[in-house]
Each structure stands twice: as C-alpha cells, then as structure tokens.
C-alpha cells in the first residue's frame, strides 16, 4: 500500500491496485494445477457459469449486494460443475464438447436474465453490467478487501498443499497408491479454481476470468519444467498482468479492467513464446543452428 501511495494513487486505487496484484498471483499459481491436469477449460465454464447466479441473486434481492452476489455466482459456478461431470459419466459425450455445452446454456441464461433485469429494474443503473467485462473503478474498499482475504487464503491452501498436488497433477494412481485423498484433492483444487473466479468476477469479467488462471501459467511452462518454479512465475505473471491491467483501466477513463488484465497477460505470454529459456521459439531456433 505504501509503494502505491509514493506513486501518487489515491486512497481507493492503492486498494484496487493491492487487489488485482494478489488475484493475479492467486490466479496464476493455481492455474498452473489445472493447466497441468488438464482442466483448464472447466475454470472457463465455471466462469460463464456465475453470471445467472449474479442476476438471479439481483432478480430476487433488488439490491446491488456483492456478497448475495458472490452467494448466487458460487452457486450456479458449482452447478455447472456437476453439470459438466454428470454430461461426462452419464452419456457418450466427451468433456469438450459437455463444457461447450454448458458454457453456452448457462451464459446465454445469464445474458437473457441481464437483458431482462436493464429492461425491468434498471440494472445498468445497479452495475451489473461490469461483471461481464470487469470494472476495477466500481470497487469500492469492502469489495477490494474480499478480493484479497480470498486471494491471500488461496494462496496459503496452494503453499500448504504443493506436495500433495504436484502428486495428484503428474501421477493420480501413484498418489492413490500412496493413501492420497485424490478425489477430495480434485474437489479441493476445483474450490479453488470456483473462489478464484467468484471473487474476480467483479474485477475481470465473467468473460475473461478464465483467460487469467490460463495465461500466466501458459507463460510460465516456457520457461521452466519445474511445477514449484512454474507455480511462482505463473502467480508472479498474473500479478504483474493484474496490477499493470487495474493502473490502465483505472487511469484511462472507458477502459474496463478484465481485457486490458488479459491484454498484459497475453503480451506476457508472446514474450515467453518468444525467448522462454526452456521452450521458446527463439531458444530453440538457435539450439538447432
């Protein structure tokens, strides 16, 4: 808080600013679990997925409370979770194509339901709108407070449990061998995945959410294949990609927060593909030389 304030940031933006940077790195270390495992495209479902549980909790309530909203995007986030899992177990259609499937009943139910409640309630007015793209300047200091409690808890849960889910990621049935809780593990890391986004919706957007626990950690593999270096330059790449995003949108005036997040991120990312140590393009370019 302190660096911010040197920098000439007022008071509300040192806490936007503190904010982003924590999801960020929040964002990325665990992203690096479930890009590795394989189910990165769940946390975008999950995303899309709170956007009815907000307008829903809105529909009911009439009032612009986060954290009824916060109650509503777990909820439907969670359901279309067991959606996906039951799609999967209980029919021939393969993850892919249930997630698809998902991402687009549950989006296209919020959208009808936000449509709904500008044309009813004057919900532009509410700002419901800015969890589509994300709004750092809508925060206020109670919001930004949720989002680092949540961010600074998922983080401790990743450092506690880094033995146990490195194990699950890269051998399942070794660590089920060893007496491993796999499954409860799996739920742990998909809670995880779920708080990341309930509690980045409001900052990123619904839409692009997703785009932040991916990208850093896509960065990242270029340039090490150790998952605990990986991990940390994951959470550092999104902290960065967070805190660069919050000062553009907070300082230009229209510009929302989650694209100009995941703009840094993804030029984060061109840089690693370009000249990361281990798998960049250029590195390798020249070890074939």
Excluded at 76 to 81: C, K, Q, R, S
Excluded at 139 to 156: A, F, H, N, P, Y
């Amino acid at each position: 808080m302190d660096f911010f304030s040197v920098l000439g940031f007022d008071a509300n933006t040192e806490w936007v600013l503190t904010g982003s940077l924590l999801l960020g790195f929040a964002s990325g270390t665990i992203g690096s679990f479930v890009l590795l495992r394989k189910q990165s495209l769940i946390s975008d479902a999950m995303a899309h997925a709170t956007l009815p549980g907000v307008c829903i909790m809105y529909i009911l309530f009439q009032v612009k409370s986060i954290p009824l909203f916060l109650i509503g995007a777990a909820l439907t986030g969670l359901l279309a979770t067991q959606a996906i899992q039951l799609i999967i177990h209980r029919s021939r259609i393969k993850t892919d194509a249930a997630i698809g499937i998902v991402i687009s009943v549950f989006f296209g139910f919020g959208i009808v339901l936000l449509t709904y409640i500008q044309q009813h309630f004057g919900g532009s007015k509410a700002g419901l709108d800015t969890f589509i793209f994300g709004q750092a300047a809508s925060l206020v200091k109670s919001d930004v407070q949720v989002i680092t409690i949540g961010s600074l808890i998922l983080t401790m849960i990743a450092a506690l449990f880094f033995k146990e889910f490195k194990t699950v990621v890269f051998d399942p049935a070794f660590a089920k061998g060893i007496g491993l809780p796999v499954r409860l593990l799996d739920s742990l890391l998909f809670s995880m995945v779920l708080l990341v986004v309930v509690i980045g919706i409001q900052m990123v957007g619904v839409v692009l959410i997703a785009a932040l626990l991916i990208t850093p950690p896509l960065a990242a593999r270029f340039w090490t294949e150790q998952l605990g270096v990986m991990a940390f330059l994951g959470g550092s790449f999104g902290a960065v990609s967070g805190i660069s995003g919050a000062i553009l949108s907070t300082t230009i005036d229209h510009l929302p927060t989650g694209p100009m997040m995941v703009l840094s991120a993804s030029f984060i990312f061109f840089l690693s593909f370009l000249f990361g140590s281990k798998k960049g393009m250029l590195p390798r370019m020249v070890k074939l030389l």
